[in-house]
């Protein structure tokens, strides 16, 4: 399973983006996936997740409200609308598969990571 992300950019803040986790090799659709980030100076955290059905979704705290996950299996994509953009959300965006199942935004638990995009969130 390889992992493309793509989407992210330069937006004002209370701005939008939509990102996209594109999978090759591999049926995404036995898969959950998750959305991470990488901020300058912080730790690396979980922001989303999805089960491979879709129907359960899991989101950190920071992102509630504003963030929404989904996914269309037919295109083997996953999918993060970001809606009122904080300078806060800025960092490197990365999407990744949970082998093993689970919806836990814990790093640990997914692998086939892709390559990241960058959101930058400046006025």
């Known amino acids: 399973l390889t992992l493309v992300e793509s989407g992210g950019g330069l937006v004002q803040p209370g701005g939008s983006l939509r990102l996209s986790c594109a999978a090759s090799?591999?049926?995404?659709?036995?898969?959950?996936i998750g959305w991470f980030r990488q901020a300058p100076g912080k730790e690396f955290e979980g922001v989303s997740a999805?089960?491979?059905?879709?129907?359960?979704?899991n989101y950190a705290d920071s992102v509630k409200g504003r963030f929404t996950i989904s996914r269309d299996n037919a295109k083997n994509t996953v999918y993060l609308q970001m809606n009122n953009l904080k300078p806060e959300d800025t960092g490197i965006y990365y999407c990744?598969?949970?082998?093993?199942?689970?919806?836990?935004?814990?790093?640990?638990?997914?692998?086939?990571w892709g390559q990241g995009t960058q959101v930058t969130v400046s006025s």
């Open positions: 090799g591999a049926t995404l659709e036995y898969y959950p």
């Open positions: 999805i089960s491979d059905s879709g129907g359960r979704t």
């Open positions: 990744a598969a949970a082998p093993y199942g689970g919806l836990g935004l814990r790093s640990a638990d997914f692998d086939s």
